[in-house]
Each structure stands twice: as C-alpha cells, then as structure tokens.
C-alpha cells in the first residue's frame, strides 16, 4: 500500500482495500491533486485494447486511438505505452488536465462536492492505489506493465442487440451489407459513417495480436486483473488460448475475466465451463468472473438483444454457477429506454440468484426478535435460503451502466410517467431488498449496487421536466424511426413486446410527423 496513504486519510479495511466510502474518496481527491490537478493512476495501471483494429485507451471515457504498427514492431509493450499516451501521462505528472479526459473534469467542475469523477474511482482501486507513491516519481516517458487489461480481440458476435453496431458485433456488419445503414431524422447515419472501423477477422493475419501474444506472457504476472470483451470472446480462437496458457502458466494472484452474452452454442458454452472450472480447481487464477449482460426479461430482453433466447440465457447461467466453485457471476444491465418495463422483473430475478448462490458467514442475525448467536457453529445457515455455508462469498452481482449512445436509446428520452410508473418503483426495490442489520451483505443489493441505479434515476427525475427540449424532440422523431426499421430488418413487433411503451411510440410518431 502507498505510504501517503496515512498523510491523506486514507484508511484500508482488513484485507489492506481501501473501502469506497466518503471519506475514503475525499482522501483520494486529496491525494490525487496533491500530486498534481489532472492526475490519474489509470493512465498508467490500466488499459483497454480493440486488437481486432488496432485502437487502445486507459479507461472508457477517452476515445481509443490508434496504435501504431511501427512502435509495436520495435515495442510490443506500446499496446499500452504508445506515443500518444505517454504525452497524456506526461501533461498529468505536470499538473495540466488532458483534453481527452473531460468527462472527469466535467463531473468534478460543476460545483457538487458530493459527487466524484471517475478519476476517484479508477484510482482508488487496489491494484491503482498501491503503485501511486511509484508512479509519481516517473516522468511519463517510461514503459509500464498494466495492473488492469481489458483486451478485445475482435468483433465476432452471434447476437446484433439494438443499441450495438458494427464497431462490436459482426452481425451488424452483415445485417448492415444487407439493408445498408439506418437513416435517421437530422442526417443521423445510425450505425455508418466515419466511426466505423474495419475489423480483422478471425483467420487473417494481425499485427496487433502477434504483439498481444509477445507481450502477454510476462504482462500477466504483473496484472491484477485480466478481462477479455468482444464481440462475442467464447466465438473467438484467442479467449480459448488465453485459458490454455494460464493452465499451462498459472498466475495464482490473476483475477481472470470473460464477457459473454451466455447464448453461444452449446458446445462452446460446455467447454468455457469445463475450463473454467480447471483453472479454479488447479488453482491457476484466484478468482473467475463471468460478466454477462441482460437488461430485461423475456420477450423484451429477446427483442433488445436481438439473437438472444431468454430461458437459454437464464439455464445457461445456472449451469455456470451449478459446474463450478468460487466463481462470480456479474449482470452488465445497460440501462436503456427499453429497459423500463421490465427491469424491476429483471432485478428480481437477480435477487432470486442472490439468494440461490450468495452464501452468508455471519455470527449473528436476528429472528423473531431473538438474537442468536451462531459463532460456535462450523456453519452457519443462511437467514433467507436456509442454505449450510461455511464462509461469505459473493457469487452474483449486478452492475448498472447507462446507455447514452444511441441518444435515441437514452432513458431521458422517456416522459415523466413512464419513469415514476416503472423506474421509481426499481429502485425502491433495490432500497427494500437491500442490507439491514444482522444480514451480511452479500444476499441483498449492495450499496455501490443500488447507488448505480440512484444515479440514474436521479437523473431522468430531474431531465423529464424538461421533455420539451429540442434535444428530446428530435430523438423521440429517431426512436420512432429505428422501431420502424429494425421491426422490419429483424421481423419483429414493438407494440406486442412493449405494450407498456405503445402511447410512448404514438408520442413518438407525433414528433415525428410533426417535423
């Protein structure tokens, strides 16, 4: 752990992690502008690569850019130490605040001193926080090893969901060589124009993996964590050779992730568990996280994530948590306009696995008023499932970012009603179902849980008051437009999926045809 940690105030838990609470990420703000008024750990810790085109950023809310194949070739570290991002790490350590990383400076300029950047978060992370006092010593010419390594390797998917493109998804490639792009109002090209990037397939020679493939095997025994997205990672050659070589060579302090939308045929979904559960039980990694995403129920989900078939997902994941151990199981929820209508349906269902597979090791809890103490006990029984467990462990869990692009995706695109008839009531549901005293809080809906989802609503209560605005009028023209075109591409039927949402696309068509 950092030495400065004392200086600042900042106090880890028992384990040596620093607990995301208040004053934990007052002390990290402290800390960071002490070094400098635009510094953050993640421009050196970790790192986020699209092999399939060659692109790389720290974080998600810089705009990737261009690896250059004549640094690889000298470097295969420059995946992460390009050019570009040293100039970015060297703008920080000289206390100025790159361009590139606005979103930040956004959030921390508008006055609120309760609300925290991203900065705070990505930095206050173990496998960031510990290497700072190391960091700022450096003068940002220098080539590092990522603590945290996002990598795609390419954009092979089986599903085309609806607020996806081309960029992530071969699907909407060929849905788009035969339909063409979707044209909306304002000269709006959904899914064209000049953002499109020109994947590499899976069979054709890459620079970029190549360099992944040199780089990779010491890289990895300086990662915390290693997280594979896509496209689709179980349809990809690489996911599965990635496993193998951790087989081969452990890293018993890797917490090892894999994206997967858990609707892949089901030979592949046999072996992805299979291996897994090797890796787990030869003790090559330490921890497995299966990221998976849905963001609805049922019909609604099938017809948002277009390719999906919900009961499939839903066994799907109960084999993974049912074929192997000590493994987590994370729902990505990217909350959208079509969320709406079901997500509460969805969230119960998260908590119905909660209580299925999240295990409790508490010493007390209360029943019928009666303290109990079970601290003698070699298990100790879980006070909703009444399952025997011997230690806590958290094996689902929910995250719940928020889509913005598409706009016309956007949740503040939805009028006041439909967000206090259907949105409101979710996270009052989340708050009910959420720790209370003497439960440990695994089985419930965690505080940084429910948070992701406060945010959010927060945030459509107060931009639903301004539903009038051109902003809002002319995405709702789009959104009716995009229902009907990927109704007819897909041979699908909005108003029978959605009927909660049959007066919104009426308003919609309104706007439209009022243009």
């Given at each position: 752990?950092?030495?400065?940690?004392?200086?600042?105030?900042?106090?880890?838990?028992?384990?040596?992690?620093?607990?995301?609470?208040?004053?934990?990420?007052?002390?990290?703000?402290?800390?960071?502008?002490?070094?400098?008024?635009?510094?953050?750990?993640?421009?050196?810790?970790?790192?986020?690569?699209?092999?399939?085109?060659?692109?790389?950023?720290?974080?998600?809310?810089?705009?990737?850019?261009?690896?250059?194949?004549?640094?690889?070739?000298?470097?295969?570290?420059?995946?992460?130490?390009?050019?570009?991002?040293?100039?970015?790490?060297?703008?920080?350590?000289?206390?100025?605040?790159?361009?590139?990383?606005?979103?930040?400076?956004?959030?921390?300029?508008?006055?609120?001193?309760?609300?925290?950047?991203?900065?705070?978060?990505?930095?206050?992370?173990?496998?960031?926080?510990?290497?700072?006092?190391?960091?700022?010593?450096?003068?940002?010419?220098?080539?590092?090893?990522?603590?945290?390594?996002?990598?795609?390797f390419s954009n092979v998917c089986n599903f085309k969901c609806?607020?996806?493109?081309?960029?992530?998804?071969?699907?909407?490639?060929?849905?788009?060589?035969?339909?063409?792009?979707?044209?909306?109002?304002?000269?709006?090209?959904?899914?064209?124009?000049?953002?499109?990037?020109?994947?590499?397939?899976?069979?054709?020679?890459?620079?970029?993996?190549?360099?992944?493939w040199e780089w990779f095997p010491k890289a990895k025994d300086?990662?915390?964590?290693?997280?594979?997205?896509?496209?689709?990672?179980?349809?990809?050659?690489?996911?599965?050779?990635?496993?193998?070589?951790?087989?081969?060579?452990?890293?018993?302090?890797?917490?090892?992730?894999?994206?997967?939308?858990?609707?892949?045929?089901?030979?592949?979904?046999?072996?992805?568990?299979?291996?897994?559960?090797?890796?787990?039980?030869?003790?090559?990694?330490?921890?497995?996280?299966?990221?998976?995403?849905?963001?609805?129920?049922?019909?609604?989900?099938?017809?948002?994530?277009?390719?999906?078939?919900?009961?499939?997902?839903?066994?799907?994941?109960?084999?993974?948590?049912?074929?192997?151990?000590?493994?987590?199981?994370?729902?990505?929820?990217?909350?959208?306009?079509?969320?709406?209508?079901?997500?509460?349906?969805?969230?119960?269902?998260?908590?119905?696995?909660?209580?299925?597979?999240?295990?409790?090791?508490?010493?007390?809890?209360?029943?019928?008023?009666?303290?109990?103490?079970?601290?003698?006990?070699?298990?100790?029984?879980?006070?909703?499932?009444?399952?025997?467990?011997?230690?806590?462990?958290?094996?689902?869990?929910?995250?719940?970012?928020?889509?913005?692009?598409?706009?016309?995706?956007?949740?503040?695109?939805?009028?006041?009603?439909?967000?206090?008839?259907?949105?409101?009531?979710?996270?009052?549901?989340?708050?009910?179902?959420?720790?209370?005293?003497?439960?440990?809080?695994?089985?419930?809906?965690?505080?940084?849980?429910?948070?992701?989802?406060?945010?959010?609503?927060?945030?459509?209560?107060?931009?639903?008051?301004?539903?009038?605005?051109?902003?809002?009028?002319?995405?709702?023209?789009?959104?009716?437009?995009?229902?009907?075109?990927?109704?007819?591409?897909?041979?699908?039927?909005?108003?029978?999926?959605?009927?909660?949402?049959?007066?919104?696309l009426e308003f919609c068509k309104k706007e439209s045809e009022?243009?």
């Amino acid at each position: 752990m950092a030495k400065t940690l004392d200086d600042v105030g900042l106090y880890p838990d028992e384990q040596g992690r620093l607990p995301v609470n208040e004053k934990n990420k007052r002390s990290m703000k402290k800390l960071l502008n002490r070094t400098g008024p635009g510094f953050c750990l993640a421009k050196w810790t970790q790192v986020t690569m699209h092999l399939g085109v060659g692109l790389t950023h720290s974080c998600h809310h810089p705009s990737p850019h261009k690896i250059p194949e004549e640094e690889i070739a000298q470097n295969p570290g420059a995946l992460h130490n390009t050019s570009f991002k040293k100039a970015q790490r060297k703008a920080m350590l000289n206390g100025h605040r790159p361009k590139e990383c606005d979103y930040c400076w956004r959030v921390e300029d508008n006055g609120d001193n309760t609300t925290f950047s991203d900065r705070v978060y990505k930095s206050i992370d173990t496998f960031s926080i510990n290497d700072h006092d190391d960091i700022a010593k450096l003068n940002g010419d220098e080539n590092v090893y990522p603590r945290y390594v996002e990598v795609s390797f390419s954009n092979v998917c089986n599903f085309k969901c609806a607020y996806c493109g081309p960029n992530f998804s071969s699907k909407w490639v060929e849905d788009i060589k035969q339909n063409g792009v979707i044209k909306l109002a304002g000269d709006m090209l959904f899914n064209g124009g000049d953002d499109v990037q020109q994947h590499k397939r899976n069979n054709e020679d890459n620079p970029y993996t190549d360099a992944f493939w040199e780089w990779f095997p010491k890289a990895k025994d300086n990662m915390h964590t290693f997280r594979i997205t896509g496209g689709e990672p179980l349809m990809s050659k690489h996911t599965f050779k990635v496993i193998e070589h951790l087989l081969a060579n452990p890293n018993p302090d890797l917490e090892f992730a894999i994206n997967s939308n858990a609707g892949v045929p089901d030979k592949l979904w046999l072996r992805f568990t299979a291996l897994v559960k090797e890796l787990i039980d030869k003790k090559c990694i330490k921890k497995f996280i299966l990221f998976t995403s849905a963001e609805a129920v049922g019909d609604q989900c099938d017809y948002i994530r277009d390719g999906m078939d919900w009961n499939k997902f839903t066994h799907n994941v109960k084999y993974f948590l049912d074929n192997t151990k000590d493994t987590r199981v994370t729902f990505m929820s990217a909350f959208n306009l079509l969320s709406a209508p079901s997500f509460k349906k969805f969230l119960e269902y998260v908590f119905s696995l909660k209580q299925e597979y999240n295990s409790c090791n508490i010493q007390h809890w209360i029943k019928d008023d009666t303290l109990i103490d079970l601290g003698k006990f070699e298990t100790v029984t879980n006070p909703q499932s009444e399952r025997p467990t011997k230690k806590s462990y958290e094996r689902v869990g929910i995250d719940i970012p928020y889509v913005r692009q598409p706009e016309f995706l956007d949740a503040r695109r939805l009028t006041k009603d439909i967000v206090e008839d259907y949105l409101v009531p979710c996270l009052d549901y989340m708050i009910s179902h959420s720790v209370f005293p003497g439960w440990n809080d695994n089985i419930a809906f965690t505080a940084n849980e429910i948070d992701k989802l406060k945010r959010i609503v927060f945030d459509l209560m107060i931009h639903v008051r301004y539903n009038d605005s051109p902003e809002n009028k002319l995405n709702r023209k789009r959104f009716y437009q995009f229902v009907e075109n990927y109704d007819k591409r897909r041979n699908k039927n909005f108003v029978a999926t959605f009927p909660e949402l049959k007066g919104f696309l009426e308003f919609c068509k309104k706007e439209s045809e009022n243009d």
